[in-house]
């Protein structure tokens, strides 16, 4: 009897979960408790405060300013969903375990998704306490009647941006390195999603590339939360957000197999 019949493959909540509470203490960098409250607590101070002095001194007053906060609120949430998640394959590349990872019989969906549940949590950590520093430094209104919705925005942001990294992380298997490439999406959504200025200040073609980007749905559906505006006027932002998210999702788990080939066939597998 062949040797592969008496292989137990593992069940998909047994590898989610599984790698839900390992890859934070291996791959993802979470594993020191002052990297996650700097991350949650530190980042969205500095960014904000930073953005908002520019906003200041280019003689913005205090409703730029109030926009230019909440929306970098929300952009701190690209640091713990798409650089930690995007660097999963470089921690596996610089620890040799990424061989090992593409010949386990683990289903791959488990094993890329479960990775992404931390993420989740630190991101919807670090925009609500950005959404309090815009509430306590800069006068943001955050009325109790518009919780629930912006709860939902939050969440749903959350999902579509470490479905963003997993994306970008399937690019980064077949290169060197994948901290350019979450740098030039970090930069890339500041400039085209809406953080600073409104997306329909841009030249169309820009205005294309930025509606193409999640990050650019979630700040509007959280800018529309935050403004009270009714269901029927967020559901359609919210969708947006979620079609962003499962598209964004797809797409990770397409480009890994196809990175996956073509990796093996250069060697960029194994070449951090």
């Not at 020191?32 to 700097?38: A, S």
């Amino acid at each position: 009897m062949a040797l592969a019949s008496f292989v137990q493959r593992p069940s998909f909540l047994r590898t989610f979960w599984t790698n839900a509470l390992i890859a934070p203490r291996t791959t993802l960098g979470f594993m020191r408790v002052d990297f996650v409250l700097g991350t949650i607590f530190v980042i969205p101070l500095t960014q904000m405060v930073f953005f908002a002095f520019v906003v200041q001194l280019g003689g913005g007053g205090s409703v730029e300013i109030a926009y230019t906060a909440v929306g970098n609120a929300v952009a701190t949430v690209t640091y713990s969903s798409v650089f930690s998640v995007c660097q999963t394959t470089d921690h596996e590349k610089q620890q040799g375990t990424m061989e090992h990872i593409l010949v386990t019989p683990a289903n791959r969906l488990a094993l890329y998704f479960g990775r992404g549940l931390i993420p989740i949590l630190i991101s919807l950590a670090t925009v609500a306490v950005g959404l309090l520093y815009a509430e306590l430094l800069y006068g943001v209104s955050i009325p109790a009647s518009a919780l629930p919705s912006l709860a939902i925005s939050v969440i749903l942001t959350a999902f579509a941006m470490v479905g963003f990294g997993l994306l970008l992380g399937g690019v980064a298997l077949f290169l060197r390195t994948s901290i350019v490439l979450a740098n030039i999406f970090l930069f890339v959504g500041l400039l085209l999603s809406g953080v600073n200025f409104p997306v329909s200040s841009l030249p169309v073609p820009l205005q294309w590339a930025g509606n193409a980007l999640p990050l650019t749905w979630g700040i509007a559906a959280i800018r529309s939360s935050l403004a009270g505006d009714p269901t029927a006027s967020v559901a359609p932002l919210w969708g947006a957000v979620a079609l962003a998210a499962g598209i964004s999702l797809a797409l990770s788990i397409g480009l890994w197999r196809v990175f996956e080939r073509r990796a093996l066939s250069t060697g960029s597998i194994a070449r951090f």
